[in-house]
């Protein structure tokens, strides 16, 4: 870990930068900043796909008995039928 990782606020953590730029407004160090390049490579580890709101309901309820999120509730069941279809 480099010495600071942030030569505005001077601190050694990215909790700490954080709790620095929590307090203070980039507006007022504006003259110390200098521009870089960089690239962002966007890519989602998840895929939304459309569920009928009814069916979803159904999801929901089934999952609070569980005491689950809808969400590991589906991917629990489709885990399950791929397992079984050998996919």
């Given amino acids: 870990m480099k010495k600071s990782k942030s030569s505005i606020s ?6 700490e ?4 730029w929590d307090t203070h407004d980039l507006g007022d160090h504006w003259g ?3 521009p870089v390049d960089f690239e962002i490579n ?3 580890e998840e ?3 459309p569920l009928d709101n009814r069916l979803l309901l159904e999801v929901g309820k089934a999952a609070r008995q ?6 590991k ?3 629990s069941w489709i ?3 791929l397992a079984k279809t050998k996919v």
């Avoid at 001077?10 to 909790?15: G, T």
């Fill in 66 to 71: 569980q005491g689950i999120s809808p969400r």
């Fill in 47 to 49: 895929t939304y796909c």
């Fill in 79 to 81: 885990k399950e039928k």
């Fill in 17 to 20: 930068i954080g709790a620095f």
């Fill in 10 to 15: 001077q601190v050694k953590s990215y909790e």
């Fill in 73 to 75: 509730l589906m991917e």
């Fill in 32 to 34: 110390k900043t200098r």
């Fill in 42 to 44: 966007i890519t989602s």
